[in-house]
């Protein structure tokens, strides 16, 4: 049985597009260990943005969202300017535009899959159209005005279209995150707030199986941002004017709500070329023609084609049976150049996806890290000291009680510089109850939890020894943001020399509090925010009063 359809496509296989997605959702997602393990990657590649709306704290993730990244950005204007990020998504949007959504976005490629769950379908309609405009909307007050409001007037970072509404955030994120075993702890941090976006979640999953991409249309802030440069951006699908007879069919047999090939709605992912009976619409790369119908070449060999045609319609000697002869094996050549033009480009593809793989998950130093390889003799003895704890093995401390970061468990040492030239040596602790808080300056919890902590310092001045250490993950100067403070809690950043995070077990999910007593033994060792209430619950407790 021939399953090949009119246009020369198996409708059984994937279309090229959609391997171009699946292949793209993998290489954004490429970290794999992190499913396993439960943690996001925390590498180098981490500070940049890859060109999809894929989250951050995805355990796969291994760049940054750039919406993500343009709202801290914003939210950091008061001490820094997003040069990086405004030029990242300049470059995206002038290269690409919003052939991203269409061909390399991991969540359109969710809202497509979930599409084709089979349902009555929504058509659309003006009322879609007016919705259309909803995500500039949204663009505006959550992605813009919220964090630069509460980071102008506040100096505390909210990501408002992360924190009220993102549904990667949530799926990709939170789910995949608390779907780990070795996660369970974190259900105690869910609170209204999570409920709310997973309701949010599921209403645009629901919708996105009714109506065509819907989150994509509607919602979407990031793509609203590229549709900005579709009219001028480099790839693109394109319509030959000369060609075009203006019937429509484009426009009404597309998902989206386009006006016209090409629009600020248009996610360029040219299956308007199927149904185009002039086959005048082409995916192009500038000149260059990267997809076009059955039956067309590239613009040079339309050209030639066009060419000895004049010369037919001029009173050359050549028949027309020739000339149409001539003009196929042009287009053919044409054809067979951009298909192996193609596999090339397939091979390289999938060297650097093999590349990503082998390097996000095995090769790459802070990967590496996370198993105990290539760092300090200080970090790496509080790291052994305990795993083997963990395992049962008899290793003690100066108390007598086992190594490692459990309530009971002695706390191996460590020494850090911290952000004002001092040194924290936590052997010259004993006898003090220790206070170790993980944040970060992106992290909104962390900063507002942060006064907090001072106070209760100053309060037990003399009798606290507190550190604050933010990730080795810095998007903001530590120092620079600390500076109108006033807080004189010590403050340090965790390096590849240092590692605390492996002695304390600390993770990708912050704020983080360890308390210790008199003698260096953990009493406590948690995620997630503390009340004043509960700092002063845990001194009295630590302190023996």
């Known amino acids: 049985m021939d399953n090949t359809n009119a246009i020369g496509r198996n409708p059984l296989r994937p279309s090229t597009r ?5 292949y793209s959702a993998l290489l954004h997602n490429a970290h794999l260990k992190g499913f396993i393990d439960g943690e ?25 969202c750039p919406l993500g990244a343009l709202q801290n950005a914003l939210a950091s204007s008061g001490h820094r300017a997003g040069w990086y990020v405004m030029g990242i998504l300049l470059l995206f949007g002038v290269t690409l535009g919003r052939t991203i959504c269409g061909w390399l976005c991991p969540l359109g490629l969710i809202q497509e899959l979930l599409n084709k769950i089979p349902t009555y379908k929504l058509k659309k309609s003006r ?52 779907s780990n075993p070795a996660n369970t702890s974190l259900f105690g941090m869910l609170g209204i707030l999570f409920t709310r976006k997973f309701t949010i979640m599921l209403i645009i999953g629901l919708a996105c199986i009714f109506c065509y ?15 900005l440069f579709n009219k001028f951006c480099l790839v693109g699908v394109r319509v030959d004017q000369d060609s075009c007879n203006s019937c429509g069919a484009c426009v009404r047999n597309c998902g989206m709500d386009v006006r016209h090939v090409g629009d600020h709605e248009c996610i360029h992912c040219a299956k308007c070329m199927d149904v185009c009976a002039q086959k005048a619409i082409s995916l192009r790369a500038g000149k260059a023609v990267l ?40 287009e053919g050549k044409a054809y067979e150049s ?28 802070a990967v590496r890290a996370e198993t105990g390889a290539g760092v300090s003799d200080q970090a790496q003895a509080g790291a052994e000291g305990a795993g083997q704890a963990g395992a049962g093995a008899d290793v003690t401390g100066q108390t007598g009680a086992t190594i490692g970061f459990e309530p009971g468990m002695e706390l191996a040492d460590f020494t850090m510089e911290c952000l004002d030239g001092s040194e924290f040596h936590l052997a010259d602790t004993r006898g003090k109850v220790v206070f170790i808080n993980l944040w970060a300056t992106y992290c909104t919890p962390c900063v507002q939890e942060l006064p907090h902590f001072d106070a209760l310092y100053q ?20 120092a620079e943001f600390l500076a109108d403070k006033g807080w004189t809690i010590p403050f340090a950043v965790d390096t590849e020399d240092d590692m605390l995070w492996s002695i304390v077990d600390g993770s990708s999910t912050l704020p983080q509090t360890i308390v210790l007593d008199r003698n260096g033994i953990v009493i406590y060792n948690q995620k997630g925010s503390v009340t004043p209430e509960v700092l002063a619950a845990l001194y009295e407790q630590a302190a023996g009063e």
């Open 213 to 227: 991409r819907s989150f994509c249309r509607f919602i979407c802030p990031l793509g609203a941002i590229y549709g």
């Open 40 to 64: 996001i990657y925390q590498g180098s590649a981490k500070y940049a943005c890859a060109p999809g709306f894929n989250c951050y704290s995805c355990p796969g993730a291994v760049a940054a």
């Open 127 to 178: 009322i879609t159209r007016v919705l259309t405009w909803l995500k500039y909307v949204i663009l505006v007050v959550f992605v813009a005005a919220i964090p630069l409001w509460y980071g102008l007037a506040h100096d505390i970072p909210v990501p408002g279209f992360c924190k009220y509404i993102c549904p990667a955030g949530t799926f990709e994120g939170a789910i995949g995150l608390l």
């Open 338 to 365: 951009r298909k192996k033009g193609g596999r090339i480009a397939w091979g390289i593809a999938l060297a650097v996806l093999c590349f990503a793989l082998v390097w996000f998950n095995f090769l790459d130093p």
């Open 459 to 478: 309060q037990h001045e003399g009798d606290i020894a507190m550190l604050a250490v933010h990730s080795s993950i810095v998007t903001d100067d530590p």
């Open 291 to 330: 997809m076009a119908p059955e039956g067309t070449g590239s613009l040079k060999a339309q050209a030639g084609a066009g060419s000895l045609k004049a010369q037919a319609g001029a009173g050359s000697l050549k028949t027309d049976n020739e000339v149409r002869a001539q003009a196929d094996v042009i």
């Open 18 to 22: 959609r391997l171009i997605q699946l």
